[in-house]
């Protein structure tokens, strides 16, 4: 057989007859090549905070302007019913636009944001995301059960998007009516901390476990569960920059578990 083709970059280090490599690869060529992608890589990183940058401004201004325009709209036309929810019908489109706009703008910052890495609290994390989150939705039911003193060395802004992110999902797709759950579950594993976040609704097959945390994917569509089909995908990339995974189990008709594991501090030892 001829030796590599004249387009190939490296070759691989040949072996003589004796077992010993009759070719090395150029270090220092490699080394250039290296620091070559890391440039290239830093400057889409800085590209992509550009490109957020110019979307936060470009399509807030007019949404702002197109529900300024709708409230006062609203209030000429008070005593007329039937126009008055058509208004409606436009703010409450811009105010989701609105919201699309935010986690687009979120997930593209996601990958170039510095970290800010401190020791941070999973426990007071989880506490934080489960009191927000009954806040909102009185009704539902959550059973939350984390192991204590468990820290991971994390972006707190990140993580609490995180959790924020996952939970919502499962609210998202419990079920309606009487025993609506979302159950959250925290421990230490030889991994890391393994998070859990569980709920009883419709479920997928475990052929559609990856897609799930695809940026915009609805393997239900709007008529199961309203979302702008970035939640997952920004709780992934908060895992993937902390150095964790994220995977998902589910079964139709038998709600869904998230799983993520996150390198986590040792034990704290006390006296």
Request: zero cysteines; a negative charge; aromatic letters at 4%.
């Amino acid at each position: 057989m001829s030796g590599a083709p004249p387009t190939q970059t490296l070759e691989n280090p040949g072996v003589d007859g004796n077992g010993q490599a009759d070719k090395l690869l150029d270090v220092a060529e490699l080394r250039a090549r290296i620091s070559t992608l890391e440039m290239q890589l830093a400057q889409l990183s800085a590209v992509q905070a550009a490109m957020a940058q110019g979307i936060s401004h470009d399509l807030r201004a007019p949404l702002r302007a197109i529900d300024g325009f709708a409230m006062q709209l609203a209030r000429e036309l008070d005593s007329d019913e039937a126009a008055s929810q058509q208004v409606a019908k436009i703010r409450a489109a811009a105010a989701r636009m609105g919201g699309l706009t935010e986690s687009l703008i979120e997930y593209a910052r996601m990958a170039s944001a510095p970290l800010q890495l401190t020791a941070v609290d999973i426990p007071f994390l989880v506490d934080w995301a489960v009191m927000d989150l009954r806040g909102q939705y009185p009704d539902l039911d959550i059973d939350a059960q984390v192991q204590a003193d468990l820290e991971v060395a994390g972006d707190e802004r990140l993580l609490r998007i995180f959790f924020d992110k996952v939970l919502d999902n499962s609210r998202k797709f419990t079920r309606q009516g009487n025993g609506t759950s979302v159950r959250i579950r925290g421990e230490r594993t030889d991994e890391g901390i393994h998070i859990e976040v569980s709920d009883d609704g419709i479920g997928m097959t475990m052929r559609n476990a990856e897609q799930p945390f695809e940026p915009f994917m609805r393997l239900h569509g709007h008529r199961d569960g309203a979302g702008d089909g970035l939640g997952l995908a920004i709780a992934q990339a908060v895992v993937l920059r902390h150095g964790g995974r994220i995977w998902a189990e589910s079964e139709p008709g038998k709600g869904t578990t998230v799983h993520a594991v996150l390198p986590g501090f040792p034990p704290t030892t006390k006296a």
